[in-house]
């Protein structure tokens, strides 16, 4: 049985960072690509960034420079870090190996 549990949200102030954490169990995530998504109240949810089975990494405009995708093959484990967090940040934050699998998500707030 596969899952993914994310951890790691909370409430941050703007201009400060969280990091967030993916642990997958059941399946190996070393021959995966791995994303994640967010989305925010009303909204529609939306692709934030992706780390490839060769480690290569892509983001949205949106956090790119601001937001850092990574891997622990060993833990099995893909984190975001991210910085300058800014209230439009604010959503409930998914991590999603291939097309397949969703976690149940992680709150981030950003609010002063």
């Known amino acids: 049985q596969v899952q993914l549990v994310e951890s790691g949200g909370g409430l941050v102030q703007p201009g400060g960072s969280l990091k967030v954490s993916c642990v997958a169990s059941g399946i190996s995530i070393s021959f995966y690509e791995m994303s994640w998504y967010r989305q925010a109240p009303g909204k529609q949810r939306e692709w934030v960034a992706s780390i490839g089975r060769g480690g290569d990494t892509t983001y949205a405009d949106s956090v790119k420079g601001r937001f850092t995708i990574s891997r622990d093959t060993a833990k099995n484990t893909v984190y975001l870090q991210m910085d300058s967090l800014k209230p439009e940040d604010t959503a409930v934050y998914y991590c999603?190996?291939?097309?397949?699998?969703w976690g149940q998500g992680t709150q981030v707030t950003v609010s002063s």
């Open positions: 999603r190996l291939s097309i397949m699998y």
